[in-house]
């Protein structure tokens, strides 16, 4: 079940389509301003905005569907609850990201999960040899996206997580950093072993 139709439910939280078009088309500082401001339908802009793209990143950080969309519906229910400590030096969607990351290290602390993968989130792109398309091309494309997604998982926590930080969400190196709470140092030899020992075991998948 999408995470806002789960959001939807709490007290209050009915409101009109086109306002809740308002809401999507209003920033995300507007629309933080207006849920301190006591409007909680204001929150459901934010939760539109960004529940599809959590919930792609924390299914290859979590590697199961529903764990990951239990990550996302309590991380964004923590996020509205401490809203008042958000400070807006950092994007919101970092916060939000940050939330969600450490309720799915403690998830994983308490429950290995099982490599359940979605293909919604599309293929990470690796380095690799030229193919000329045929057609069983499309399910050539769904079978590298579950081969790469798949290794992903086998990597260690600490390279997955740069991983999926700059290659699925595309964050910077300082923003990495800031999320995981490491050196930049420390993020850019995470990110080169871990792009090595992902090439490294989809070396000979992808030589056939």
Known sequence: MP??????????????????????????????????????HAFEGLVRRYQGRLLSAMVAVCG???????????????????LDSFRSESRFYTWLYRIAFNLSVN???????????????????????????GPDEPLAQAERSEMVLNAIQR???????????????????????EVLGLPIGTVRSRLHRARQQLKDELQAWFAD
Not at 164 to 177: D, K, M, N, S
Request: a negative charge; hydrophobic letters at 40%; charged letters at 30%.
């Open 3 to 40: 995470v806002f139709d789960q959001f939807a439910k709490l007290p209050g939280n009915h409101v009109r389509p086109k306002k809740v078009e308002s809401l999507i088309n209003s920033t995300d500082n507007d629309l933080i301003r207006e849920t301190l401001a006591g409007n909680p």
């Open 64 to 82: 199961a569907i529903q764990e990951a969309e239990d990550v996302v519906q309590e991380a964004f229910l923590q996020a509205f609850c401490k």
């Open 107 to 133: 998830m994983r602390r308490r429950k290995r999960p099982a490599l359940a993968l979605d293909h919604r989130n599309g293929p990470i792109q690796i380095d690799a040899a030229d193919h000329a398309p």
């Open 155 to 177: 990597l260690p926590d600490e390279f997955r997580q740069v991983l999926v930080l700059r290659e699925l969400e595309g964050f910077c190196y300082e923003t990495i950093a």
